[in-house]
């Protein structure tokens, strides 16, 4: 072949791969679209995700089938846990002394008789002495009394001593019940009062401080060697076991809350909740807050709802069924849109959807979502993540 031959025969090789070069792009284009179009399904904005059993279970994705539901229409409130001032009780020692001995701390748990503390006291030695002089002169004026009665009944005595006898005896006793009833004042036990006979004289000061009820000591005001007065506050122990729930209410809120409204009592912190009814609203707006309080019971048997705790109050003010209720959980939001997770025999799809009411829990939806459609109702977050995963290795291939 001469060389001129040769050159045009190379040319006319290599124009026909030029021509032939864009009608192979423009093939594969058409390919890749309707492949698209098969994986989007019908006009969908994306493509069906495929999730094994095996994986749906891994990533905890759980779903549930759209159906009529009930919405609780709820008011939110703050509040906080309070002490329940009947189960209140504030100790004091009665008589003056000098504290001996100090036998309970702050936050000690204590049954009714416990020993709280021991004082040294003048005033109830003194208390002591009386009663038991007391007994002794009754013990007498009865000795005295019985010999009036014999010798009067043979006539060896006259009316008027055994009736002196007789006056003697009435006054003693009644002066021993005086002396008697000031002990049981001062907080002594009737076996600790009938025992001061077999007491040593070095034990007449001894004042002994107990526990009125079973509870725990939330406040001490007492050390050794103080000197206390009868009015003195030594400690202050309360009935951990129920406490109050004290709500504010706000002037907003004051024709919504009434008494006996369910209540859910919400602890920040993982500390649980517990329900209640509303027991009582006060009448009376705090005039700088303009606020009331609404007061919920609540048992505390485990002793989590500590007094002070802030607390968040949702009171139920109504009921609300609509025809179709999801959780909450169940809502993602792509690109400004609110869509749930449909589950198809080709995959998840997501769908847009249109809402409604919500409580705390769930949420209507007014459209884009039928009863009966199967629906991822938790997790749903692991799919976004993993469409936009493959969206993003989708236009990366692209371009």
């Given amino acids: 072949m001469k060389p001129t031959t040769l050159a045009i025969a190379v040319i006319l090789l290599a124009g026909g791969w030029l021509l032939s070069a864009p009608a192979c792009s423009q093939s594969d284009g058409r390919d890749q679209d309707a492949h698209a179009q098969k994986e989007g399904g019908h006009g969908e904005a994306t493509e069906a995700l495929w999730l094994e059993a095996q994986e749906i279970a891994e990533f905890g994705i759980e779903i549930a089938s759209a159906g009529a539901g009930t919405l609780l229409v709820e008011v939110e409130l703050p509040g906080e846990v309070k002490l329940d001032p009947d189960s209140l009780v504030h100790i004091t020692p009665r008589v003056p002394g000098v504290v001996r001995e100090v036998h309970k701390g702050l936050g000690h748990t204590v049954n009714a008789g416990d020993l709280l503390a021991v004082l040294e006291s003048r005033e109830l030695a003194e208390g002591k002495a009386r009663f038991l002089a007391a007994g002794e002169r009754l013990e007498l004026e009865r000795s005295k009394l019985e010999r009036e009665e014999y010798l009067h009944e043979r006539d060896i005595s006259s009316e008027q001593d055994y009736l002196e006898a007789k006056q003697a005896e009435a006054e003693a006793r009644i002066s021993l019940h005086l002396a008697e009833q000031r002990l049981h004042a001062l907080g002594l036990s009737e076996d600790a009062i009938a025992t001061l006979k077999d007491q040593p004289e070095r034990d007449l000061t001894r004042y002994e401080m107990r ?18 007065r009868e009015d003195s506050l030594a400690f202050v122990i309360s009935d951990l076991s129920r406490v109050w729930i004290v709500l504010t209410v706000y002037q907003k809120d004051l024709l919504m809350i009434r008494e006996g409204l369910p209540a859910t009592i919400v602890a920040s912190h993982g500390l649980g909740q517990v329900s209640g009814t509303i027991d009582y609203v006060s009448p009376i707006l705090d005039e700088h ?26 009171v139920l003010l109504d009921r609300v069924d609509a025809s179709v209720v999801v959780p909450k959980t169940a809502i ?21 959807v249109r809402l409604g009411r919500s409580d705390a829990n769930n949420v209507e939806v007014l459209g884009g979502l039928d009863p009966g459609d199967r629906y991822v109702s938790k997790n749903g977050f692991v799919l976004k993540a993993e469409m936009n995963k493959a969206a993003f290795e989708h236009a990366g291939h692209g371009h």
């Fill in 211 to 228: 526990a009125p009820l079973d509870g725990t000591i939330v406040d001490k005001h007492i050390t050794r060697g103080e000197m206390l």
């Fill in 289 to 314: 807050t303009r606020t009331t309080t609404a007061r919920i019971v609540v048992s505390n048997a485990e002793g989590k709802w500590r007094p002070g705790l802030f607390v968040t109050g949702r």
């Fill in 332 to 352: 993602q939001t792509i690109e400004d849109e609110s869509v749930v997770f449909v589950h198809t025999d080709d995959g998840f799809m997501r769908r847009v």
